[in-house]
C-alpha cells in the first residue's frame, strides 16, 4: 500500500514552516518511488525537544529480507525485531502532500490521488533508521507506518497510511511507546480525499 508519494514544495513548506515556526524544505516530485529520497521530520539529537528535517531514502533492505521494505504495521512494530527499536527511540514524521493506491473498482485498477480535503499536507507516520557505524556516509533510511482503514478508505485497500494530525505531533514524537495507543487509529473519515488519475 502507499507505493508512491505526492511532494509539492509550494505550499507544503508553507504549511509546514507554520506549523513548526522553523523553516522547512521539500523538494518538489509529484510521483516519488521507493528508495528515493525524501524530507523527514524528527527530533534533533542535540536537543531533543527540537526538530529537525534531514534528507531520507524511503525503505529499508535487513539481511533477511528479499526485497525493499517501505513500511510496517503500525499495530505491532513495538515488538517486530526490525522495527521494535525504532519505535521505541527513532519515531519520525514524513511531511507529503498526498500518495497514491491502485485500487480495482468496477472490475478496473484504477491510480487514485488521496490528498486532504483541508490544509496543504499530510505528517505521515514513520520510522528512521541512521547509517551504519562503518559507513556514515550513507543516507539515513525510513518506512511509513500503516494502520487499518476508515470506512471511506475501506474500498479502496485493506491498510492506510498512519496519519499524525498537527496538534498531536509533540505526543507523537516525545511519548513512551506503550501511551501510543490513542494515536494508533486511522483518520476520521472526510480528513482524505480521493481523486482518480
Known amino acids: ?6 511532494v509539492i514544495s509550494d505550499p507544503l513548506n508553507q504549511w509546514l ?4 515556526d522553523m523553516p522547512a524544505i521539500t523538494e518538489t516530485n509529484p510521483d516519488i518511488c521507493p528508495s528515493q529520497s525524501m ?3 524528527h527530533k534533533a539529537e ?7 528535517t534531514e534528507s531520507m531514502t524511503w525503505g529499508i533492505q535487513p539481511a533477511w529480507a528479499k526485497r525493499l521494505l517501505i513500511n510496517a504495521q503500525a499495530e505491532t512494530a513495538a515488538t517486530k525485531t526490525t522495527f521494535k527499536n525504532a519505535m521505541h527511540t527513532r519515531r519520525c514524521v514524513v511531511p507529503c502532500s498526498g ?9 478496473s485498477k484504477q491510480k ?19 547509517p551504519p557505524a562503518n559507513d556514515p556516509s550513507q543516507p539515513s533510511q525510513f518506512v511509513t507506518l500503516t494502520i487499518h482503514p476508515n470506512p471511506d478508505y475501506a474500498r479502496y485497500h485493506h491498510r492506510m497510511p498512519l496519519l499524525i ?26 480528513v482524505v480525499v480521493a481523486e482518480l488519475v
Open 1 to 6: 500500500m502507499c507505493g508512491r508519494m505526492n
Open 17 to 20: 514552516s507554520h506549523m513548526l
Open 39 to 41: 524530507t523527514v521530520l
Open 46 to 52: 542535540k536537543d531533543q525537544q527540537c526538530y529537525t
Open 99 to 107: 500518495w497514491y493506491e491502485w485500487s480495482t473498482i468496477s472490475g
Open 112 to 130: 487514485y490521488l488521496f490528498r486532504p480535503s483541508q490544509g496543504e499536507g499530510f505528517l505521515m507516520a514513520g520510522l528512521y533508521f541512521p
Open 165 to 190: 494530525l498537527p496538534e498531536n505531533l509533540d505526543y507523537w514524537m516525545h511519548s513512551d511507546v506503550d501511551r501510543l495507543a490513542p494515536l494508533l487509529l486511522p483518520v476520521a473519515p472526510g
